[in-house]
């Protein structure tokens, strides 16, 4: 495994390294963490980790003016988030020690050497650094073992403490042995296992919680992940009601397959596929479970109000169509019509087979897009005039064309004429 060249990245990377070299000189400037990682692993990461011994925030000014970002300065811990013109992210930060004042809370951060903030991070395969210099990359700076770990596949634990000064690696480590097939090192699942037995999690903040979740949901191998978190009893720390029932584990796999069906699903953008893994996730839990867990987990409120409503609509619609006798599409349509992308991506993963499963993939595949042919405008050419009449005579069209009565414009116009023109006129 080596490192590639500045000139086999990307010309928006290289773009952006070579711009913070000129921002920091004459002080070194270094790629670090998980973009170091992945950049040895052959494997795309578009955020760019940098770290400089010396005053990030005043680079971080110089290099957003060079690359048209916008930058946010976090004086507290001498770092400083880009969000470049094309959405990625590079963050820089100021070399730094760390020390916890106490189990789980945000670190008191000191200027410090390349090497000791090397130190104070969770992982070897997250501890490398790589010098930027015109056209290449400096050598690998590798103090710690991480190149040997990421070669054998293995993460390891920098320190005894690192669970209980930030719990969230805890997920953070199943999160890369789900993504990479890795192997967790024997002394770090012995740290693991002890730090969650002795109540780290419980000193978590809710809302860093659900991050990490929401994170591991965007997985491609969520429903590994979880299944790890689970069976390392992560997740009844989080809260002692969050036990998910062996039923759970396919149920995720096949939210997970269902997603990887898109695009023909209406899925708006990547981050739903997070929130309909965490809705697989709730979705075999009690309604007032899922409550009190969202208590727990504080995710922003529209999310939260999103996922509880979704679980309800969602259980309700298996528990009708699992009793249905009639899939015609207009019957489904008015049961899934009010349901999110992601509630319906669960339900198709929920009903995994019959006539109520091919009715719901169907809507789900076509039938959702299904609007009549004819407008306002038609109805109000047609003589009917404006109201709510409108929005009935829609519905009724749209349910004949769904269920395959109407084809054409003049079909419809005639279903119009004589349902609602005529019967109007006569009345
Ligand atoms: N880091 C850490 N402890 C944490 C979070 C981050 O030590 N709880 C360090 C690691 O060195 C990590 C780097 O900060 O590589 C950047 O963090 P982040 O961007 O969150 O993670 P990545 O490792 O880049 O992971 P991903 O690929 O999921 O973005």
Same mark, same amino acid.
């Given at each position: 495994?080596?490192?590639?060249?500045?000139?086999?990245? @990307?010309?928006?990377?290289?773009?952006?390294?070579?711009?913070?070299?000129?921002?920091?000189?004459?002080?070194?400037?270094?790629?670090?963490?998980?973009?170091?990682?992945?950049?040895?692993?052959?494997?795309?990461?578009?955020?760019?980790?940098?770290?400089?011994? @010396?005053?990030?925030?005043?680079?971080?000014?110089?290099?957003?003016?060079?690359?048209?970002? +916008?930058?946010?300065?976090?004086?507290?811990?001498?770092?400083?988030?880009?969000?470049?013109? @094309?959405?990625?992210?590079?963050?820089?930060?100021?070399?730094?020690?760390?020390?916890?004042?106490?189990?789980?809370?945000?670190?008191?951060?000191?200027?410090?050497?390349?090497?000791?903030?090397?130190?104070? /991070?969770?992982?070897?395969?997250?501890?490398?650094?790589?010098?930027?210099?015109?056209?290449?990359?400096?050598?690998?700076?590798?103090?710690?073992?991480?190149?040997?770990?990421?070669?054998?596949?293995?993460?390891?634990?920098?320190?005894?403490?690192?669970?209980?000064?930030?719990?969230?690696?805890?997920?953070?480590?199943?999160?890369?042995?789900?993504?990479?097939?890795?192997?967790?090192?024997?002394?770090?699942? /012995?740290?693991?296992?002890?730090?969650?037995?002795?109540?780290?999690?419980?000193?978590?903040?809710?809302?860093?919680?659900?991050?990490?979740?929401?994170?591991?949901?965007?997985?491609?191998?969520?429903?590994?992940?979880?299944?790890?978190?689970?069976?390392?009893?992560?997740?009844?720390? +989080?809260?002692?009601?969050?036990?998910?029932?062996?039923?759970?584990?396919?149920?995720?796999?096949?939210?997970?397959?269902?997603?990887?069906?898109?695009?023909?699903?209406?899925?708006?953008?990547?981050?739903?596929?997070?929130?309909?893994?965490?809705?697989?996730?709730?979705?075999?839990?009690?309604?007032?479970?899922?409550?009190?867990?969202?208590?727990?987990?504080?995710?922003?409120?529209?999310?939260?109000?999103?996922?509880?409503?979704?679980?309800?609509?969602?259980?309700?619609?298996?528990?009708?169509?699992?009793?249905?006798?009639?899939? /015609?599409?207009?019957?489904?349509?008015?049961?899934?019509?009010?349901?999110?992308?992601?509630?319906?991506?669960?339900?198709?993963?929920?009903?995994?087979?019959?006539?109520?499963?091919?009715?719901?993939?169907?809507?789900?595949?076509?039938?959702?897009?299904?609007?009549?042919?004819?407008?306002?405008?038609?109805?109000?050419?047609?003589?009917?005039?404006?109201?709510?009449?409108?929005?009935?005579?829609?519905?009724?069209?749209?349910?004949?064309?769904?269920?395959?009565?109407?084809?054409?414009?003049?079909?419809?116009?005639?279903?119009?004429?004589?349902?609602?023109?005529?019967?109007?006129?006569?009345?």
């Amino acid at each position: 495994m080596r490192l590639p060249q500045l000139g086999d990245l @990307d010309p928006l990377s290289r773009t952006a390294l070579e711009a913070a070299r000129r921002a920091a000189a004459p002080a070194p400037i270094y790629a670090v963490g998980g973009y170091v990682r992945d950049l040895l692993l052959g494997r795309r990461n578009v955020d760019i980790d940098l770290v400089v011994e @010396d005053d990030a925030i005043a680079v971080a000014g110089r290099l957003a003016h060079a690359l048209k970002a +916008v930058v946010t300065p976090h004086p507290r811990f001498g770092t400083a988030h880009l969000r470049l013109p @094309d959405g990625r992210r590079l963050d820089l930060a100021t070399a730094r020690s760390e020390r916890y004042p106490h189990a789980a809370a945000l670190p008191e951060v000191q200027p410090a050497p390349l090497l000791a903030d090397l130190l104070r /991070r969770d992982f070897s395969i997250n501890a490398m650094a790589a010098r930027i210099d015109r056209h290449r990359f400096g050598p690998l700076i590798d103090s710690l073992g991480g190149l040997q770990d990421l070669e054998r596949g293995r993460i390891r634990a920098l320190h005894e403490q690192s669970f209980i000064d930030d719990p969230t690696r805890l997920f953070r480590t199943a999160r890369f042995e789900g993504r990479y097939r890795f192997i967790i090192a024997r002394s770090t699942l /012995r740290l693991m296992k002890a730090a969650v037995k002795g109540g780290a999690i419980g000193h978590l903040a809710g809302s860093r919680i659900f991050r990490e979740l929401h994170l591991v949901a965007q997985e491609l191998s969520a429903p590994r992940i979880i299944w790890r978190l689970r069976n390392l009893g992560v997740l009844t720390a +989080v809260h002692p009601t969050l036990t998910l029932p062996a039923a759970a584990f396919g149920l995720l796999e096949r939210v997970r397959q269902v997603l990887s069906q898109a695009p023909s699903l209406p899925l708006p953008e990547n981050a739903a596929e997070g929130e309909a893994l965490l809705l697989g996730m709730l979705y075999l839990l009690h309604p007032k479970t899922v409550i009190t867990v969202l208590k727990r987990l504080t995710p922003p409120h529209r999310i939260a109000e999103r996922l509880a409503a979704d679980h309800k609509a969602c259980r309700n619609a298996a528990q009708k169509l699992t009793r249905a006798v009639d899939f /015609r599409q207009s019957r489904i349509a008015r049961l899934l019509d009010p349901l999110s992308p992601e509630a319906r991506v669960v339900l198709l993963a929920v009903l995994t087979k019959g006539s109520a499963r091919d009715a719901v993939s169907r809507y789900v595949t076509t039938s959702w897009r299904i609007v009549p042919l004819l407008k306002g405008e038609d109805l109000h050419r047609l003589g009917l005039k404006p109201g709510p009449i409108y929005r009935r005579t829609l519905a009724a069209l749209r349910a004949a064309r769904l269920d395959g009565r109407l084809h054409t414009k003049e079909e419809e116009t005639s279903f119009v004429l004589q349902r609602f023109v005529r019967g109007r006129l006569r009345h």
